[in-house]
């Protein structure tokens, strides 16, 4: 049973043995995300700077669907996932074979799909988006109406910024569909100074009701630059913990969803992973090719 801190000086350790660097999503918890991540960051971020690293062996401490766009980013590098069963229930909702029933029903509609999605569906789209950038994504396409997938609340929530006519599929995040309309007013009875930023992947009648949506970035960044006095983040848990720790004059209000795939990295399987070279993405090639494709025009934008 090793602690925390024994945990910890392993994986530095290792990391320096192996030439490996720990990318960390946002919904990690704190000890992933301050005590042992090089890079943190929201799922744009990830993908951007998996391009630019330089190690051997990347251990994404995120979701599998994270993994896999930073293997495609580096094909030649070693990419671990500490535990195989970190999925998503938007990647989850969608095949590539429903891709390509919704490209025969709207064939004039170039298909954006959301990075929180397989290789095998990124390698059926266009281009990629995440929540930080789907709004200049579809801006870009010249085309008057656009395919979203999965995620329907996104694509509302981008539809109503859009001067295109979005066509969605009907997949949710199981976190961020539990927040209600309801939720943020009960809050602004509570808290009535309260400011209240949602993810785009929460339902538009909730974004209609906060002062502010965007990506788990984006939220970061409005804290930091706009200092409320205090704040609520409707989005996973860790989310508020990770800033909070950086930004102690805020007061954080934390009714908030636990993700359960995103939790199931933790330092003892982060430490395992790196001992045991385990879970090592792999990618068929021949699909690999046509996903980063989508993946690398999203970048260029
Ligand atoms: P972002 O960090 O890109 O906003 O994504 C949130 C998310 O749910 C990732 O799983
Ligand atoms: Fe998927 Fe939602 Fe968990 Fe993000 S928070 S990994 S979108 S289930």
């Known amino acids: 049973w090793a602690t925390f801190a024994e945990d910890v000086d392993a994986i530095l350790e290792l990391k320096r043995r192996r030439n490996a660097v720990v990318l960390a999503h946002n919904y990690q918890t704190p000890e992933i995300f301050h005590g042992v991540a090089d890079i943190v960051g929201d799922s744009l971020l990830l993908a951007r700077e998996a391009t630019k690293v330089d190690a051997d062996v990347i251990v994404l401490a995120g979701v599998h669907f994270m993994a896999e766009t930073a293997k495609l980013l580096n094909p030649a590098k070693t990419v671990l996932i500490p ?44 281009i990629c988006c995440t929540s930080g950038n789907a709004l200049k994504v579809v801006e870009s ?31 949710h995040c199981e976190v961020h569909e539990l927040f209600t309309a309801d939720d943020v007013r009960q809050l602004r009875e509570n808290y009535p100074d309260v400011t ?48 909070a720790a950086r930004n102690p004059d805020v007061d954080f209000v934390r009714p908030c969803n636990l993700c359960p795939h995103m939790k199931r990295i933790t330092l003892k399987n982060i430490r395992h992973a790196l001992e045991t070279n385990q879970h090592e993405v792999t990618i068929n090639p021949a699909i690999a090719a046509r996903a980063r494709r989508s993946v690398e025009r999203m970048l260029a934008i």
Request: aromatic share 4%; net charge negative.
């Open 83 to 126: 535990d195989l069963k970190a999925g998503c229930s938007l990647a989850d909702s969608i095949t590539a074979e429903d891709v390509r029933l919704m490209r025969a029903r709207y064939p004039d509609a170039p298909v954006v799909a959301y990075v929180n999605t397989s290789t095998a569906v990124k390698a059926e789209s266009d």
């Open 141 to 171: 396409l010249d085309a008057e109406r656009v395919i979203m997938l999965p995620d329907e609340y996104l694509a509302q929530n981008i539809a109503k910024q859009s001067s295109k006519k979005i066509i969605a599929w009907k997949g």
């Open 196 to 243: 209240v930023l949602a993810h785009p992947e929460c339902p538009p009648e909730v974004v209609a009701e906060a002062d502010f949506a965007g990506s788990t970035a984006a939220m970061q960044s409005f804290v930091e630059t706009k200092r409320p006095p205090r704040v609520v983040l409707l989005t996973e848990c860790s989310m508020s913990d990770n800033i």
